[in-house]
């Protein structure tokens, strides 16, 4: 059974840090490109930060860039999301997705639930 198991997320103040994690389940992980979107409530969901296979190649959001950092370990099937200098409007349900072309009009798609992460003082 495929499954996406988001953790990490929480309450923490303005300039902190968290570390989000996601486990993957039921696919072969390693062939996947992973991605972080995240929501905010009113919002449509966007597309936080993205590693592919093997993480040769990275990509972040503008207003992430150096404060977010995406890496995987393709042995314990996980993708990370480290989050630095955290600011009020980081607040967002984020989501671990796992993507995979198969031809150029059919692909595999997976979502995990999500887990919130709310960013106040």
């Known amino acids: 059974q495929v499954q996406l198991v988001e953790s990490g997320g929480g309450l923490v103040q303005p300039g902190g840090s968290l570390r989000l994690s996601c486990a993957a389940y039921?696919?072969?992980?390693?062939?996947?490109?992973m991605n972080w979107y995240r929501q905010a409530p009113g919002t449509e969901r966007e597309l936080v930060a993205s590693i592919t296979s093997a993480g040769i190649s990275t990509n972040y959001l503008d207003s992430v860039k150096g404060r977010f950092t995406i890496s995987r370990d393709d042995d314990k099937n996980t993708v990370y999301l480290q989050m630095n200098s955290l600011k009020p409007e980081d607040t967002a349900v984020y989501y671990c997705n796992a993507r995979r072309s198969l031809s150029s009009l059919s692909f595999l798609n997976y979502w995990g639930k999500g887990t919130l992460v709310t960013v106040s003082s």
């Open positions: 039921g696919f072969t992980f390693s062939n996947f490109l």
